[in-house]
């Protein structure tokens, strides 16, 4: 049996760069722990929630807002 992935997708705060911070399913609380560490892979700013449906992004992945 394959489970699919679906990439959880992240939003830097601080520059707008969007990067996949995890893929689900996961078990909760690791998918808490993995995802409250996140970190902006281009500057290191606090990650939140993209816009995303159903694992495909909704939101540019450039820094604009
Ligand atoms: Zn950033």
């Not at 722990?33 to 939140?48: L, S």
């Amino acid at each position: 049996m394959t489970v699919e992935r679906k990439p959880f997708w992240a939003r830097c705060g601080a520059c707008g760069h969007c990067w996949v911070a995890a893929y689900t399913p996961m078990p909760a609380l690791t998918f808490a722990r993995v995802v409250g560490k996140a970190r902006c892979p281009m500057c290191g700013g606090r990650a939140f929630v993209a816009k995303q449906d159903d694992g495909a992004l909704r939101e540019g992945q450039g820094a604009e807002a």
